[in-house]
């Protein structure tokens, strides 16, 4: 079964860049020529991708963008709304969303960047690869891990990356991310405890469908059934963790200054999982949406055509009133 989806425009997907399936291709043609920055084993991807969380090695230490100096640089140059800081060290069961604002204090961008150690602080630079000198070398370590996934992903759609900038001992706190995930660790070390995101003691089913929802406290917070079950990677310069399709993750890092990227990104398979949860979350209150996503692929496709007809069926709904009621007609997409 075929069905085409489209990116919502409103809700939780406001960052990142799409891009079409030749974009995508040619970027791969392009990086099979030129040097490698990953190391991703094909045996490790066979067995592990988007199922469970894995070691990859990577240079990125070797490369003169990814540098402290020039990532400092890279910060000051960048619009002040793409780069978010806070005090470093909060605890790791702290609300994810509210912490750049709720943990800031009297920091200021200057401070955090100026004093990062001193002031304990934690500095997060949002799509670096938008600022033209990165934007290159990002798309290429994006197309390599794309090159590791071709057997199993038709194309990348979408992607989006951080760089993290730390003081020793801050904290990430517990969140699930909408995507998947490499996270290369740069300097310093960072100690990554992931989680199964199919884990019903970690997610309930109804709790990874509530994920696709608009609610603002969509992310289900932590619970004292955590930290048995966590997976626990130790991150140094060179390695890097694989995070699965919404695993939960709480990231610390340890007595140094600590750098690092991470390389989020979407496909159609990773959509036909959004949708499948937007399903479930809206559905089951009229007896529908009960079969977990991911239990029957089939089941999961059919719910995402479904999801993104009455989605469009929706966006029509409310074009035609808007056309009633204003006499005019909305521009394209712009609903
Ligand atoms: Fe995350």
Redesign the pocket.
């Known amino acids: 079964m075929i069905c085409v989806g489209r990116r919502r425009r409103r809700g939780f997907i406001v960052l990142g860049t799409r891009i079409t399936d030749n974009e995508f291709r040619a970027a791969l043609r392009r990086t099979e020529r030129e040097a490698r920055w990953l190391d991703i084993d094909a045996g490790t991807m066979r067995a592990q991708y988007n199922r469970t969380g894995f070691l990859v090695r990577h240079r990125l230490a070797e490369h003169p963008l990814f540098t402290a100096d020039a990532l400092f640089r890279l910060a000051r140059r960048m619009p002040a709304s793409a780069v978010k800081y806070r005090i470093g060290t909060v605890p790791g069961n702290t609300h994810f969303d509210s912490s750049i604002e709720r943990f800031r204090g009297d920091l200021t961008l200057d401070d955090a960047l100026d004093h990062l150690v001193d002031k304990r602080a934690y500095v997060a630079l949002y799509n670096p690869e938008k600022d033209p000198e990165y934007g290159p070398a990002i798309e290429g370590f994006l197309a390599e891990i794309g090159l590791a996934a071709r057997p199993f992903e038709r194309f990348f759609n979408w992607y989006s990356t951080y760089v993290f900038i730390s003081a020793h001992d801050a904290v ?1 706190p517990y ?3 909408r995507e998947m ?1 490499f996270l290369l660790q740069i300097a310093g070390r960072k100690t990554v405890q992931l989680w199964d995101p199919r884990d019903d003691v970690v997610m309930r089913p109804e709790q990874r469908d509530h994920l696709f929802s608009f609610d603002a406290d969509a992310r289900p917070a932590w619970h004292d059934g955590l930290p048995a079950r966590a997976h626990v990677f130790e991150l140094e310069p060179g390695l890097g963790v694989h ?1 699965p399709f919404i695993a939960p ?1 709480l ?1 610390t890092t340890g007595q140094n200054f600590s750098i690092s990227l ?1 390389i989020t990104y979407r496909t159609p398979s990773s959509d036909v999982m959004s949708d499948a949860h937007a399903f479930n979350d809206r559905l089951r209150p009229y007896g529908l949406g009960r079969i977990p996503v991911g239990s029957h692929p089939a089941v999961d496709v059919a719910k995402a055509c479904a999801f993104r007809g009455l989605r469009a069926a929706r966006q029509a709904l409310h074009h035609a009133r808007r056309r009633d009621k204003d006499g005019v007609a909305p521009e394209p997409g712009r609903s």
């Open positions: 990430t969140h699930m991310d995930n995070h993750h990231v991470a």
